[in-house]
């Protein structure tokens, strides 16, 4: 297992259009976490999934934003509409379940992060 | 206010000098706890994780008071290669909260 895969790695887009970014967790990991980072802040949760159910939004995430997870394996993230105030890096984690002795239970593991810069 | 709180520095610091962090939660019923350390434009790694009776890795000490709500970490003999920005994170029903970081620099 080669850890949390993010693509892209970087997006430049205009203001007003769609993008969409794909996470893939650790295969063993049932809970895939959604983070956005902008610079000199910490990550800051948007969504979490166990298995194929979104189980938290924030409420600070608008509805231009929506991400799923359909088959509980990967997820995706996608922003319509996108604004400057967008641009920021995503980033996707993933965990197991507190239940299940796994490396990582109950602990993030991140991927790379995708860039996202709305111009 | 925010759930996890930290002094984000920058620490300036020389090589091979001590240097300590801290933090604060707000949400009393937090589960877990952990540090993790971020370097310029890459993703968050997982340093350590916090236990009540505290902790130590190497170089590195966790310590956790639950009662104060507060959170540390301590660097002996700091390397250069130390140098990045040190995340808290606080655990609560299944929702991971970081901290904004602290920056250290660690000079030669």
């Known amino acids: 297992d080669t850890g949390v895969s993010q693509d892209p790695r970087h997006k430049i887009t205009k203001r007003g259009q769609n993008v969409t970014f794909r996470c893939d967790p650790i295969?063993?990991?049932?809970?895939l976490y959604w983070y956005r980072q902008t610079l000199g802040q910490g990550p800051e949760f948007l969504t979490y999934?166990?298995?194929?159910?979104?189980?938290?939004k924030s409420r600070l995430l608008s509805d231009r934003f929506s991400a799923e997870r359909p088959k509980g394996s990967f997820s995706t993230l996608e922003i319509q509409r996108t604004e400057q105030g967008d641009s920021a890096m995503y980033l996707c984690?993933?965990?197991?379940?507190?239940?299940?002795?796994?490396?990582?239970?109950?602990?993030?593991?991140f991927g790379a992060g995708s860039r996202l810069t709305v111009l | 206010r925010k759930e996890v709180e930290q002094d984000p520095g920058p620490f300036n610091v020389p090589e091979g000098a001590t240097v300590a962090f801290n933090c604060t939660y707000s949400?009393?019923?937090?589960?877990?706890f952990f540090w993790y350390r971020q370097d310029c434009r890459k993703e968050p790694k997982l340093l350590m994780s916090?236990?009540?009776s505290g902790n130590e890795d190497g170089r590195f000490t966790a310590q956790l008071n639950r009662a104060s709500q507060y959170i540390s970490l301590l660097i002996r003999d700091s390397k250069l290669s130390d140098s990045a920005t040190y995340l808290c994170?606080?655990?609560?029903?299944?929702?991971?909260?970081f901290g904004s970081g602290t920056k250290l620099n660690v000079k030669p």
């Open positions: 295969s063993e990991h049932n809970r």
């Open positions: 994170v606080v655990n609560g029903f299944n929702k991971f909260y």
């Open positions: 916090v236990y009540s």
């Open positions: 999934f166990q298995n194929e159910a979104q189980l938290e």
């Open positions: 949400n009393s019923a937090s589960q877990s």
């Open positions: 984690a993933s965990s197991s379940m507190g239940g299940q002795i796994l490396p990582g239970a109950n602990v993030l593991t």
